[in-house]
């Protein structure tokens, strides 16, 4: 999957046809906005990136464009791909701090099955910051 940041709240993905379905996988060729994407697309872009084995920059900015995509798209598309949106809201749970890792701790004590996919996130954030260190790229976000 390609993201690129274009102005303050675009951004450009490319969705490359394989098999018949839409995969989130490109090479910057033909960029669509975000806000353009249907909500089947944005459904997909989301679950695709956040089920990538290990997240690089790009992505977790993608992820954050997912979240405030399904924000201004509002309630029927969150009720319409919900398993979808499950993993962006999770995402941004840990991202934004809403969760964190005490709350993990006790989920896991807990034995809630989210605990581990909240420790998965943590685990690619985590990553993420190793790689690129706590910085902001030219769009001025930070990761």
């Given at each position: 999957?390609?993201?690129?940041?274009?102005?303050?709240d675009?951004?450009?993905?490319h969705?490359?046809?394989?098999?018949?379905?839409?995969?989130?996988?490109?090479?910057?060729?033909?960029?669509?906005?975000?806000?353009?994407?249907s909500?089947?697309?944005?459904?997909?872009?989301g679950h695709?990136t956040?089920r990538?084995?290990?997240?690089s920059a790009?992505?977790?900015r993608?992820?954050r464009?997912?979240?405030d995509?399904y924000q201004r798209?509002g309630?029927?598309?969150?009720?319409?791909?919900?398993p979808?949106y499950?993993?962006?809201?999770a995402f941004?749970?840990?991202?934004?701090?809403?969760v964190?890792?005490?709350?993990?701790r006790?989920l896991?004590?807990?034995?809630a099955?989210?605990?581990a996919?909240?420790?998965?996130i943590?685990r690619?954030l985590?990553?993420?910051?190793?790689i690129?260190?706590?910085?902001?790229?030219?769009?001025?976000?930070q990761?």
């Amino acid at each position: 999957m390609c993201s690129r940041r274009l102005r303050k709240d675009k951004y450009q993905f490319h969705f490359q046809i394989v098999f018949g379905a839409h995969s989130a996988v490109g090479d910057r060729r033909n960029y669509v906005e975000l806000s353009k994407l249907s909500d089947m697309e944005l459904a997909l872009l989301g679950h695709d990136t956040y089920r990538s084995q290990d997240w690089s920059a790009e992505d977790v900015r993608t992820l954050r464009g997912c979240w405030d995509e399904y924000q201004r798209r509002g309630e029927n598309t969150i009720t319409l791909f919900r398993p979808a949106y499950s993993h962006v809201q999770a995402f941004h749970e840990i991202d934004s701090g809403e969760v964190g890792e005490g709350d993990v701790r006790l989920l896991e004590l807990a034995g809630a099955g989210i605990a581990a996919d909240y420790r998965d996130i943590m685990r690619k954030l985590r990553a993420v910051e190793a790689i690129e260190g706590t910085t902001q790229d030219a769009a001025g976000i930070q990761f």
